[in-house]
Nanobody, 124 residues
Framework: QVQLVESGGGLVQTGGSLRLSCAAS????????MAWFRQAPGKEREFVAG????????YYADSVKGRFTISRDNSKNTVYLQMNSLKPEDTAVYYC?????????????????WGQGTQVTVSS
């Protein structure tokens, strides 16, 4: 059983940066595919970025490509999301998710483990 705890959210102005962290415990972190999702009020949860077990393959939603970077440190059981050039439309609750080793799907129902979420607000 994997437990996930996100941190690093907050309020930032348009064009600013934030780095989200997700610390995992209770499982073999390197055996898990990790991803970040986000959910804005009134909208469905959407895939933001994903990373395979080794960190050698990363995937991004078109809306964040070139601005966000996902990475992981298996020695620290932590996955990160570096967010640059933030826009008001990036405002949402950001969730960390995990699934057993394999491919990196974009559907939230493919992930069995979730953190509690961290709020990111980008002011215009």
């Amino acid at each position: 059983q994997v437990q996930l705890v996100e941190s690093g959210g907050g309020l930032v102005q348009t064009g600013g940066s934030l780095r989200l962290s997700c610390a995992a415990s209770g499982g073999s972190f390197s055996r898990y595919v990790m991803a970040w999702f986000r959910q804005a009020p009134g909208k469905e949860r959407e895939f933001v970025a994903g990373i395979n077990w080794s960190g050698g393959s990363t995937y991004y939603a078109d809306s964040v490509k070139g601005r966000f970077t996902i990475s992981r440190d298996n020695s620290k059981n932590t996955v990160y999301l570096q967010m640059n050039s933030l826009k008001p439309e990036d405002t949402a609750v950001y969730y960390c998710a995990a699934r057993p080793i394999g491919w990196v799907p974009v559907g939230p129902y493919e992930y069995g483990y979730w953190g509690q979420g961290t709020q990111v607000t980008v002011s215009s």
